[in-house]
């Protein structure tokens, strides 16, 4: 099974935004120095283009390393405390946990003995089960947020 490995940034997007408001300003800038007639007063219209690029770069990098601290600090609990069951018995194992999600939303699979869970909200898990390399899901329910596997 294959995942896909890649994460959105926002530092990135800013990376990509930033040259593009530079290259506008300048673009403005040029253009104001051409049509001004007075040269005083186009120099204060370029200075005041400058001035206002350097504070909106700011303002955009500030904005999101605030957003990454806080994304990051509202996802690491969430996986820190999930908790599942599993009992074993001669011929079968009975698996329990909380996944996130509607029951046609949650994607269960048993290969090679690792069980992969995937739910709603970037919620996926992996968890290898010893003595199930050759056994298979036999019996799915999920009510309330709890999903239960029967595998032999």
Request: proline fraction near 3%; charged fraction near 20%.
């Amino acid at each position: 099974m294959s995942s896909y490995k890649g994460t959105y940034s926002n530092n990135q997007s800013v990376n990509f935004v930033i040259p593009i408001i530079v290259i506008l300003f300048l673009g403005i800038i040029y253009i104001m120095s051409q049509r001004a007639d007075s040269g005083f007063v186009s120099f204060i219209l370029i200075g005041a283009a400058a001035i206002t690029m350097v504070y909106w770069v700011k303002v955009l990098k500030k904005m999101t390393n605030e957003q990454k601290q806080s994304y990051t600090q509202g996802r690491e609990p969430e996986t820190k405390n999930w908790i599942y069951d599993l009992i074993k018995d001669k011929d079968e194992f009975v698996f329990v946990a909380e996944v996130p999600g509607p029951e046609d939303k949650i994607a269960v699979r048993l290969v090679d003995g690792i069980l992969y869970i995937r739910g709603t909200s970037g919620f996926s898990k992996e968890i290898p089960i010893e003595g199930a390399n050759t056994m298979q899901i036999f019996d799915f329910k999920y009510r309330n947020g709890v999903l239960t596997l029967r595998i032999k």
